[in-house]
T-cell receptor, first 112, second 116 residues
């Protein structure tokens, strides 16, 4: 399985943008980049995904490097509710069965 | 739309006892997953069903863990007998189909198991 590398933890001030980095130097041409987050005492929830182009949705933006070896999840205006563990995952389609292999993620702390 | 339901939310047992967890996925979702999440780690896939068939159970400790999805809807995960290292949160997730939308899985709240 392709691997991702994320910082263990980050802090950000409330109402400021947050940039969460992810390195995936062994990504293959068909791997999608997915981001999930896990709020305290909840299951993970989908945030965003992309293949080559930058993506935006109501929750966040995903910036993908031109060589696809890294990506950045952008929260445009952090709130206290965004405090969570953020997982960067490469979607692996193995023999037609999609799999998500979670790492340890980045624990994001929002400072009021 | 109702989310993925799991029960119980918490369970405390002694080692060597048996335990079962139940999951009801989002209506219409063909694919169902069970994950184990040990404290401080990300979720680890235990087993994946497509309708009522197993498509991946490579990381399921089959000597003590079993899972079924008899009618292709809800599912149970059983541990018999439990060990101390089985203490974890067990998460159920579902998705529409194996490859129709790239990787969006919907997770339940999980069952927190403590083995004493």
């Amino acid at each position: 399985d392709a691997k991702t590398t994320q910082p263990n933890s980050m802090e950000s001030n409330e109402e400021e943008p947050v940039h969460l980095p992810c390195n995936h130097s062994t990504i293959s041409g068909t791997d999608y980049i997915h981001w999930y987050r896990q709020l305290p005492s909840q299951g993970p929830e989908y945030v965003i995904h992309g293949l080559t182009s930058n993506v935006n949705n109501r929750m966040a933006s995903l910036a993908i490097a031109e060589d696809r070896k890294s990506s950045t999840l952008i929260l445009h205006r952090a709130t206290l509710r965004d405090a969570a563990v953020y997982y960067c995952i490469l979607r692996d389609v193995d023999f037609g069965n999609e799999k998500l292999t979670f790492g340890t993620g980045t624990r994001l702390t929002i400072i009021p | 739309e109702a989310g993925v339901a799991q029960s119980p939310r918490y369970k405390i047992i002694e080692k060597r006892q048996s335990v079962a967890f139940w999951c009801n996925p989002i209506s219409g979702h063909a694919t169902l997953y069970w994950y184990q999440q040990i404290l401080g780690q990300g979720p680890k896939l235990l087993i994946q069903f497509q309708n009522n068939g197993v498509v991946d159970d490579s990381q399921l400790p089959k000597d003590r863990f079993s899972a079924e999805r008899l009618k292709g809807v809800d599912s149970t995960l059983k541990i018999q007998p439990a060990k101390l290292e089985d203490s974890a949160v067990y998460l159920c997730a579902s998705s529409f189909s194996r490859t129709s939308t790239p990787g969006e899985q919907f997770f339940g709240p999980g069952t927190r198991l403590t083995v004493l």
